[in-house]
């Protein structure tokens, strides 16, 4: 039988370095590239996609007549969402133009009595003539007998006639001034009427103003272009101002990654980001920094830390940054808001 020729026991003690050496070397390669991306940009899985949020709160009480919606139903501005029933507000906006109407005629009809009022002052003005040239008269004739009385020309009798006739003649001079000054005194009340129906007139006209903007608070529109959450309201339900039908998401999205402080001095605005949404890690999407947070999220909470009140723990606070996509996603994606995704921003130090 012949001898089967054995491999060296070194050549596979070398090909086994050998392999090692490359997975070595791989290894190398891989974790100098990861260290020199690292160096480059910062990254965090504490992210998630942010959109506008809308809630569709009525600001009229009232049961809904009509609703043209359904469960997550996409809209555009402007669009009728739900119809309150009008005839309530049909009502104070009928009330509320017979109220200015009525307010308009009695403003007319002040306006025309000052000039009924001069066109009268004519008659108590001739008076005043009248009455003061027949009281000139009837003092002249006093004078004239006080005189004659004493050179025993008339009587004390009639002298007595001419003083009673002057007296008179003053006093009625003197009544047809008052009357006149009374009469002037109409025109300024008059006038002063005008302004006070003025007042009244611009009131009702805030009072339909108010009822028409009542009324058109009974149709409910999309602010925005978007999607509407899970819709609850039916038709015939009464709902009370101020509460909340349904909320509506905008179609516009975005991230909010919120970075550590340590990292916030290599991110400003403007730097690059590439994103993945957990949803797709396959997909690499491009952004850019918009904005960055003017405090830290704890600022913002609901009970923010106050550090003087016990024990100090120092903690690594978190900055959100705001990150927008580059462009228009692709419709066959479907990012919403809340998804977490992954962000790394490309630094420039």
């Given amino acids: 039988m012949e001898n089967k020729v054995q491999p060296p026991k070194k050549s596979k003690k070398r090909l086994g370095f050998i392999m090692i050496g490359i997975i070595i070397l791989i290894g190398l390669f891989f974790g ?22 809308y809630q569709l709160i009525p600001q009229v009480s009232g049961r809904i007549a009509k609703s043209y919606v359904d469960d997550f139903q996409h809209v555009k501005k402007g669009d009728t969402l739900f119809i309150i029933e009008t005839d309530d507000y049909a009502i104070r906006v009928a009330s509320a133009k017979a109220n200015l109407q009525n307010a308009i005629a009695d403003l007319e009809v002040a306006k025309r009595s000052p000039s009924t009022l001069r066109t009268g002052l004519g008659v108590p003005s001739s008076n005043i003539k009248a009455m003061e040239a027949a009281n000139i008269k009837a003092q002249q004739d006093l004078e004239r007998g006080k005189n004659l009385v004493k050179d025993d020309v008339i009587t004390r009798a009639n ?37 006070a129906a003025e007042a ?14 009542l009324y058109s608070y009974t149709t409910i529109i999309a602010p925005a272009d978007g999607q509407l959450s899970e819709t609850k309201i039916q038709k015939g339900q009464f709902v009370q101002a101020g509460q909340p039908l349904t909320t509506m998401l905008g179609s516009s999205i975005w991230i909010v990654a919120n970075y550590k402080e340590t990292q916030l001095r290599k991110i400003h605005k403007g730097d690059e980001a590439v994103i993945t949404v957990d949803a797709y890690p396959q997909k690499k999407f491009k952004g850019k920094v918009t904005s960055l947070s003017p405090a830290t999220g704890a600022t913002f909470s609901l009970l923010p830390p106050d550090n003087s009140t016990g024990n100090f723990v120092k903690v690594v606070q978190l ?14 994606y479907n990012l919403e808001a809340g998804m977490s995704v992954n962000v790394s921003i490309a630094t420039k130090q």
């Fill in 319 to 332: 900055v959100p940054v705001k990150i927008e996509f580059n462009g228009s996603i692709p419709t066959n």
């Fill in 159 to 195: 002298y007595d006639a001419l003083k009673a006739a002057a007296d008179a003649a003053e006093a009625q001079y003197q009544s047809a001034k008052s009357q006149y000054a009374f009469s002037q005194k109409q025109i300024g009340t008059a006038e002063d009427q005008i302004k």
């Fill in 200 to 213: 009244v007139v611009a009131m009702r006209q805030a009072d339909l103003a108010n009822a028409r903007l």
């Fill in 32 to 53: 100098i590239k990861y260290l020199v991306y690292a160096l480059k940009h910062v990254s965090t899985d504490n992210a998630e996609l942010q959109t506008d949020v």
